[in-house]
Each structure stands twice: as C-alpha cells, then as structure tokens.
C-alpha cells in the first residue's frame, strides 16, 4: 500500500500538466464469485487426503480513483473489500464444538477478503458511453476466523466494462474483472486436537496449494473532477 500511495503522490503533479485530464472518484458495490484452499486432512479418515474449500459467493464494497491522463488512457487505484465464508460440508475446520471450536462459536467459516490494485485503463470508444478494458496489479489480503493462516498475496486483475456519462460531473460504471493471487503455498498451520472419531490424534494442515482465482461484477457512482 505505502507503493501505491507514493505513486499516487507522484502522479498527480504530472497529471494536473496533462491534455484533457478528469478526476473520478467511484464508490462500487457488487458481488465476487470464486477462490479455491486446498486442505491436507489426516482426520476421520483412514488414509490421508487433500479437501478442496471454495469460497462462498459475497457482497463487496469499493472505492476507485482514476486519472484520465487524455481521452483514451487512464490510470487508476482500486480497493475493494468482499465479506464471505468459506463452504465446508466435511468440518474441515473444526464447527463441532469440542474439536477446535470454542463451544458456542457460531461464525467459524467468516472469510474477508480484501484487495488494492493499481492499474492502467484504454477506454475503446470516445464519447458519452465509454467501453473500456483495465490491466492491474496489486496486493490480496485474505482473513479469517478458521484456522487458516492470514495470508497476503500480488494479484493481477483484467477487467472490462463500460462508463457512461449523465452530466459532466457524473456517471455511472459497470465492470467485470477477474483477479488471480498467487498465494504462498509455504504459508500453513498445522492443527492437532483429540475426537472420538479419529484414530489417535486428528490433524489438518491449512494453506493454500494454489492461485486463488477470483472474478467480481460491480456497479458504481463516478463523480468527476
């Protein structure tokens, strides 16, 4: 983040000597589809084996600021914050209260997901309605309240969408972009505790194996400068 704000500071002097250059300030809402953890589980089972968790579908929240440095090209910076849970229909993360649950934890499986990118915008058409086509890349941080380890990961995102104009001071913005972190697969927990179900004691190790991919589609305000 410290990256992209000093190039934020950087750029905006450049920017104000720019032809034809505009100001957007966009707060997005929307939905993100998909990411992928895979689980290494010695539990319940007589032999070990890996469990594949995906993400549940979740609302997002956001906020953009462009800088149209003409009126093709764009640069702009992203966050985008998703709330989610992970789905898991093996208790892959201890829900059962006694394993690695407290007794009475109810949000076990609470996942956020938060996202900053810095990318470059062509818009394809000029006029009122623009089409455009974005190339970033930034940072993912994914928390949460399973035993999986916290994790920050660079991601890249490739989006396109349209922009139209309703006046020369607002606009309206849909896109759909698709984000691929590449998670650290050396980043694990390793958890053990004591169940009636497993053959001495059970243990999940928690990480990610792969890219966790993901794809969002957002509406949003834009408020021009």
């Not at 579908?57 to 849970?85: A, C, D, N, P």
């Not at 058409?125 to 309240?145: C, E, M």
């Amino acid at each position: 983040m410290r990256r992209a704000i000093f190039f934020v500071l950087v750029l905006v002097p450049a920017v104000a000597f720019a032809q034809d250059h505009r100001l957007e300030l966009t707060p997005t809402v929307g939905y993100r589809w998909g990411g992928t953890t895979t689980l290494y589980a010695d539990a319940y089972l007589p032999e070990p084996r890996l469990f594949e968790v995906n993400l549940d579908t979740g609302g997002e929240l956001g906020l953009r600021l462009g800088f149209l440095i003409s009126r093709s090209f764009g640069l702009e910076l992203m966050y985008s914050h998703q709330f989610s849970e992970l789905r898991d229909k093996d208790g892959l993360f201890g829900e059962e209260p006694g394993s690695t649950t407290p007794i009475g934890v109810t949000d076990t499986l609470s996942t956020d997901v938060s996202t900053w990118q810095l990318g470059l915008t062509w818009h394809i058409l000029k006029g009122s309605a623009r089409p455009f086509i974005t190339v970033a890349a930034g940072q993912s941080s994914i928390t949460s309240d399973t035993p999986l380890p916290d994790e920050t990961a660079v991601t890249y995102g490739l989006g396109a969408g349209v922009k139209v104009d309703m006046s020369s001071r607002l606009g309206f913005l849909v896109e759909v972009r698709y984000n691929r972190s590449d998670t650290d697969t050396d980043n694990t927990e390793l958890v053990e505790w004591e169940h009636r179900d497993c053959e001495g004691t059970c243990e999940y190790t928690y990480g990610y194996e792969n890219p966790f991919d993901q794809v969002s589609l957002v509406a949003g305000l834009i408020i021009m400068f």
